[in-house]
């Protein structure tokens, strides 16, 4: 880490600092929330959660070579500092700023509602072709993931890619206002979270709320094929760059050729020029993420070169059209979460591999009033699009079984007890629903067939 003492932390929170003067001056070396990664010089983040409150390990991580800890209530016996603050959560937040305002580097913000970290893992692949750079790791890209990441970042950072993610309005501008980016990076304005959002417009609003503190004279990246984002004709006084497949786009694709496990092939077209590219994924819409990256590295002085070793660079991360191929099936791993834009876009995917198409799909979370409805078009889609077989979990899901024309099932017990039947050697599964539905276990009993 940049050099950062114990009271630059206490003064950017605004919490009370209790210890001896002399350890005001200490510098952390990380900032961790688990008890169990603390190492020498860590400064500890006490937050009560539903099952475990971390007040209880203050002292095991003093012991374990914490020098500090944020808390909302005091330990008993410390011997080393703590702050107290009224919410470690609130306090984390403005640390992680503080910690943000001592770089003067390029800080990519990316959201959207389909791609984020897909884009995320582009950009990445691109910057690290000419830069040190730091990304968010995991799914830490919520209101604590986000400050974490960014007090994660080395003191020789570069660069750094930051994943931005939201559920309801507000998030986003206390997220940017963290963040400070210099680029913005939206994908896609989809149907997600209409729960809270309620419409795409409301998506659509959520989402450019990243607009409000991004740094002066900051780059805003945007998906032009994107029927709302393309309405956005200027933001704080600068016009938008935009990306996408179509030629309208200042940074667009020809010649795209998908060659399912053998890549996505490309000519990556901006200033005249057009980059050949074969990118190491199966989806088409991967261009698009491409695009955007290209659009931030050209920005950034990156040469053709970089750029096009950052995009063959790109490798894929959990649960996310993670191919896994068995002795019997072509699986499509990609449950990490849905909305119907995603499970269209897994649904191209799949169609264009060899073998029967078989899409294991599940409940899709969070939106709102018009849920069956997207359910069963989500279904119908997957039906026109020729998928062979559609197996279906979770009570929404009826919808999108009775749309495809497919089975549906109270639970994954009951349909992994009739997949041996239903299944063939040579399929090609996709199995997608949003995360909560734990439809990882599918693809692991898939896996051992």
């Known amino acids: 880490m940049l050099p950062f003492t114990l009271s630059e932390i206490a003064a950017a929170c605004g919490g009370k600092y209790v210890g001896s003067d002399e350890m005001k001056s200490e510098c952390i070396t990380s900032v961790e929330r688990d008890s169990r990664n603390i190492k020498d010089g860590s400064l500890f983040l006490a937050i009560k959660g539903g099952r475990v409150d971390g007040h209880d390990f203050i002292n095991k991580c003093y012991e374990s070579g914490a020098i500090c800890a944020i808390c909302e209530k005091a330990p008993e016996n410390a011997d080393k500092p703590y702050i107290l603050v009224p919410s470690t959560l609130d306090a984390v937040k403005k640390i992680g700023k503080a910690y943000r305002e001592k770089f003067d580097i390029p800080i990519v913000g990316v959201s959207g509602s389909v791609g984020k970290t897909s884009t995320k893992e582009m950009l990445y692949a691109v910057l690290s072709q000419k830069f040190r750079t730091h990304k968010t790791q995991g799914n830490l890209n919520n209101e604590l993931g986000v400050p974490l990441t960014l007090l994660a970042m080395p003191e020789d950072t570069e660069a750094a890619v930051i994943e931005m993610g939201i559920s309801g309005f ?90 399912g496990e053998g890549g996505v092939s490309c000519d990556l077209c901006f200033d005249g020029k057009k980059l050949h590219v074969v990118i190491p994924a199966i989806g088409t819409y991967m261009v698009s993420n491409a695009l955007a990256a290209a659009a931030v590295g050209n920005l950034l002085g990156m040469t053709d070169d970089e750029i096009i070793r950052g995009v063959e660079a790109y490798k894929t991360v959990g649960s996310r059209a993670n191919v896994i191929n068995t002795s019997r099936f072509k699986i499509i791993d990609d449950c990490y979460n849905a909305n119907p834009t995603s499970v269209q876009a897994s649904i191209d995917t799949l169609v264009n591999l060899k073998g029967r198409k078989v899409a294991i799909l599940g409940d899709m979370k969070e939106l709102g009033s018009e849920e069956l409805a997207l359910h069963y078009n989500t279904g119908k889609y997957a039906r026109e699009k020729g998928v062979d077989l559609v197996l279906c979990v979770g009570e929404l899901a009826r919808e999108l079984a009775r749309g495809a024309d497919g089975l549906w099932y109270e639970s994954i017990e009951k349909l992994c007890k009739d997949l041996p039947k239903l299944l063939r050697g040579g399929d090609t599964v996709l199995v997608k629903a949003s995360h909560s539905m734990q439809f990882e276990k599918i693809t692991e009993f898939l896996k051992e067939f």
Do not use: W
């Open 170 to 259: 507000g998030e986003m501008t206390r997220l940017t206002d963290m963040v400070q980016p210099t680029f913005c990076v939206l994908t896609i304005i989809g149907c997600c979270h209409l729960e809270n959002l309620g419409d795409r417009d409301g998506v659509l609003k959520a989402k450019t709320e990243m607009f409000k503190s991004a740094r002066e004279n900051a780059e805003y990246i945007l998906n032009g094929d994107d029927d709302k984002l393309s309405t956005v004709s200027e933001v704080n006084g600068k016009t938008p760059v935009f990306f996408g497949i179509s030629e309208k786009n200042p940074y667009h694709a020809e010649n795209i050729v998908n060659n």
